[in-house]
């Protein structure tokens, strides 16, 4: 119902900075309409489990694991339906396919034109990252 695109990956040299955007949109025919409510950015590395970066709720609470703090900044546009996870001073190991998570209020018509409001949770496909000289 609700898709998540990620882009802005690429190959960066250490050191460098990326600013990944991940949008979310439906489709108009649906009649659905949506708010993003908490939107995370994970990663997941080759041979490794998918890790939470950093999250933003509706008001702009953010929220970062201890580990990633400082050079992480996750950021949200809601009148473009659209967040933002920059990444500065990149490393090798930051290298890893980086995921949009969106928590989004769903308003749709369900059988026989019965209006329903939804929480759902919605992943997008990936952007590659690469950190490489």
């Known amino acids: 119902q609700v898709q998540l695109a990620e882009s802005g990956g690429g190959l960066v040299q250490p050191g460098g900075s990326l600013k990944l955007s991940c949008l979310a949109s439906?489709?108009?025919?649906?009649?659905?309409?949506?708010?993003?409510?908490?939107m995370r950015w994970y990663r997941q590395a080759p041979g490794k489990q998918r890790d939470l970066v950093a999250a933003i709720s509706r008001d702009g609470t953010t929220n970062y694991p201890e580990t990633e703090k400082g050079r992480f900044i996750i950021s949200r546009d809601d009148a473009k339906n659209t967040g933002y996870l920059q990444i500065n001073a990149l490393k090798a190991e930051d290298t890893a396919v980086y995921y949009c998570?969106?928590?989004?209020?769903?308003?749709?018509?369900?059988?026989?034109?019965?209006?329903?409001?939804?929480?759902?949770?919605?992943w997008g496909r990936g952007t590659q990252v690469t950190v490489s000289s």
């Open positions: 439906v489709a108009s025919e649906t009649g659905t309409t949506f708010e993003v409510d908490t």
């Open positions: 998570n969106a928590d989004c209020l769903l308003a749709y018509y369900g059988s026989h034109g019965v209006p329903i409001r939804a929480r759902k949770e919605f």
